[in-house]
C-alpha cells in the first residue's frame, strides 16, 4: 500500500516591508545630497582657512586645510555608503538557510 503526499507548490518569498530596498530615484538624491553638504563644508573650510591666515591666526587654518583635504573622501565614502537593510529573512530556530530536496516520488 503506498500513501500519496500531495505536492507543494513552492511560492516565492515575500518581501518584508522593513527589508525592502529604497527607490533609485531617492538614493541618488540622498546620495548627491550629503556629497553636496560635504563639499560646501570643504570650500568653506578653504576660506576660512584663508581668513585665518590673514588675520594671523597661525594655529587655526592648518586644521582648516587639513579638513579641507580630508573631506573629499569622506565624502565619497558617506555618498556611497549602502544601505544597512538586510534582503534576507533571517532564520528563527537554527534551520539551514540553504535549500533541501523534498522527498521523492518512486515510480510505480
Same mark, same amino acid.
Given at each position: 500500500?503506498s500513501i500519496?503526499?500531495?505536492? =507543494?507548490?513552492?511560492?516565492?518569498? !515575500?518581501?518584508? +516591508? @522593513?527589508? *525592502?530596498?529604497?527607490?533609485?530615484?531617492?538614493?541618488?538624491?540622498?546620495?548627491?545630497?550629503?556629497?553636496?553638504?560635504?563639499?560646501?563644508? =570643504?570650500?568653506?573650510?578653504?576660506? !576660512?582657512a584663508a +581668513? @585665518?591666515? *590673514?588675520?594671523?591666526?597661525?594655529?587655526?587654518?592648518?586644521?582648516?586645510?587639513?579638513?579641507?583635504?580630508?573631506?573629499?573622501?569622506?565624502?565619497?565614502?558617506?555618498?556611497?555608503?549602502?544601505?544597512?537593510?538586510?534582503?534576507?529573512?533571517?532564520?528563527?530556530?537554527?534551520?539551514?538557510?540553504?535549500?533541501?530536496?523534498?522527498?521523492?516520488?518512486?515510480?510505480?
Amino acid at each position: 500500500m503506498s500513501i500519496h503526499r500531495p505536492l =507543494r507548490v513552492r511560492e516565492e518569498p !515575500a518581501i518584508r +516591508i @522593513t527589508t *525592502a530596498g529604497a527607490d533609485p530615484q531617492a538614493d541618488l538624491s540622498r546620495r548627491q545630497r550629503k556629497y553636496v553638504i560635504a563639499m560646501t563644508i =570643504r570650500s568653506l573650510c578653504f576660506v !576660512a582657512a584663508a +581668513i @585665518t591666515g *590673514a588675520a594671523g591666526l597661525v594655529w587655526v587654518w592648518p586644521f582648516l586645510i587639513l579638513a579641507a583635504v580630508v573631506l573629499p573622501y569622506v565624502a565619497v565614502v558617506m555618498a556611497n555608503a549602502n544601505d544597512s537593510r538586510a534582503t534576507e529573512l533571517p532564520l528563527t530556530g537554527g534551520g539551514d538557510a540553504q535549500r533541501q530536496l523534498g522527498p521523492g516520488s518512486h515510480g510505480a
